[in-house]
């Protein structure tokens, strides 16, 4: 699986702390995961936190942002 991130998505990532590994196994394998148009929205319950992960599917995967949500 080839994942690809926005600038907006790997300062995000940067300055949230947040491992892209973290994002790796949200998209790989999410607790949920929701449709909208062409975006995909997975959450996944990770040390503690929940974090959410918004990306496009093409034939590759682009993320768009990713943020921990209570």
Partial sequence: MNITYTLHAGEQIEERKIPKIWVEETIKSPD????????????????????????????????ITSYFIQ
């Fill in 32 to 63: 949920e995961l929701r449709r909208k148009g062409n975006k995909y929205y997975a959450t996944k319950k990770l040390n503690g936190n929940t974090l959410k992960v918004i990306y496009v599917r093409e034939s590759y995967i682009k993320v």
